[in-house]
């Protein structure tokens, strides 16, 4: 098949190099200059440069629009493949190749469409996580589903490591994509009753409530890992990241955020049953200052007596 890639970053290097291995030809590549965005941090691959290296055309463009769509709709192209394109796509666009265009996306669709998938599912304890291909059609991320991976969530992932895990699957989710699309294999429709949209994580976004229970103050912390946006809390005035906690296995009374000690590590109390003395408290290993410095003694900040809240004051 004759193939345009439109694509950038990490996620976008993973799609075109599988594509190129496949043995179909890419005839044109559209991709973002590069983008000073602190959420693609160790996740920047070139993928202009490695299209240069393969003596492909390459269109540099934030938006698929002008010049770039005239591009696209007058390659004579058999099918766009499309991976980490922040922008919307017009559909006399990716309806132009022959096949359509197919999506690779980050998440199990019909759920988490939209933007940073991994770090939701943490945070909303899913018990896997994915890469799908599917066909664009009206809307955001909507279309029929061509093939799909799974990925098991454990309690020892943070969104690292299943963002890894995810770009592991890019290529064969695209390399089974093509296989179903080249023997004319149907799409399976997307359920739109499952159908869920995420917004891109920022770091207001990371906030911790501890009201909300230890269990979600760990998925939070553990969604919030470098490279992405840290969670963070207030100390009185004193902005506190947390970079490493744990569920206590010790059962604390009291008010959320109230801070105590199990006589050998800090601990939140948390929970909104906290005041029954029910509800599991937070565990903090490791904190990170508003200066950057790590701290693996967080007693030598955080002591008994106080309060970590989502507010100053």
């Given at each position: 098949?004759r193939?345009i890639f439109?694509?950038f ?8 190099t ?11 590549v559209c991709t973002?200059?590069p983008?000073d965005d602190p959420y ?7 993928v ?5 290296r ?5 269109i540099e ?5 002008g ?15 499309v991976?980490?394109?922040t ?11 022959r ?27 899913e018990s ?5 291909g ?8 909507t279309?029929?589903?061509v ?5 098991r969530v454990t ?9 890894n895990?995810?770009?592991?699957l ?15 294999r149907e ?23 501890f009201?909300?229970g ?5 998925n ?5 890992c ?9 100390l009185?005035?004193q902005?506190?990241y ?5 569920v206590?296995?010790m ?14 590590h800090?601990?939140v109390?948390a929970?909104?049953a ?5 509800e599991h408290?937070v ?6 200052l508003?200066d950057g410095?790590d701290?693996?003694n967080?007693?030598r900040?955080?002591r008994?007596?106080?309060?970590l ?5």
């Amino acid at each position: 098949m004759r193939v345009i890639f439109t694509g950038f970053a990490t996620f976008g290097y993973r799609s075109i190099t599988a594509l190129a291995d496949s043995g179909h030809e890419i005839v044109l590549v559209c991709t973002q200059p590069p983008i000073d965005d602190p959420y693609y941090a160790g996740m920047d691959e070139d993928v202009a440069a490695f299209a240069r290296r393969r003596g492909i055309p390459v269109i540099e463009t934030k938006r698929l629009d002008g010049a770039a769509a005239e591009a696209v709709r007058g390659a004579d192209a058999d099918l766009m493949v499309v991976t980490n394109w922040t922008s919307v796509i017009a559909r006399d666009v990716y309806d132009a190749p022959r096949l359509g265009t197919l999506n690779i996306h980050d998440s199990l669709l019909p759920k988490y469409a939209g933007f940073g998938a991994p770090n939701w599912a943490l945070i909303n304890d899913e018990s896997e996580v994915g890469v799908t291909g599917h066909l664009m059609a009206e809307g955001f991320d909507t279309g029929p589903i061509v093939a799909q991976r799974a990925t098991r969530v454990t309690d020892s992932d943070d969104a690292l490591t299943l963002t890894n895990r995810c770009l592991d699957l890019v290529g064969p989710v695209l390399r089974d994509s093509l296989d179903a699309l080249d023997a004319g294999r149907e799409p399976t429709p997307q359920d739109p009753e499952q159908w869920t949209y995420f917004h891109r994580r920022r770091p207001a976004d990371c906030g911790v409530d501890f009201s909300l229970g230890a269990r979600a103050v760990f998925n939070l912390v553990r969604a919030s890992c470098d490279p992405f946006f840290n969670a963070w809390a207030y100390l009185g005035d004193q902005l506190i990241y947390l970079i490493d906690v744990e569920v206590s296995p010790m059962r604390f009374g009291g008010t959320p955020g109230r801070v105590v000690t199990d006589g050998e590590h800090i601990v939140v109390v948390a929970g909104p049953a906290a005041h029954t003395g029910r509800e599991h408290g937070v565990q903090i290993n490791r904190i990170r200052l508003a200066d950057g410095t790590d701290i693996d003694n967080p007693g030598r900040i955080i002591r008994p007596g106080m309060y970590l809240r989502p507010a100053a004051g």
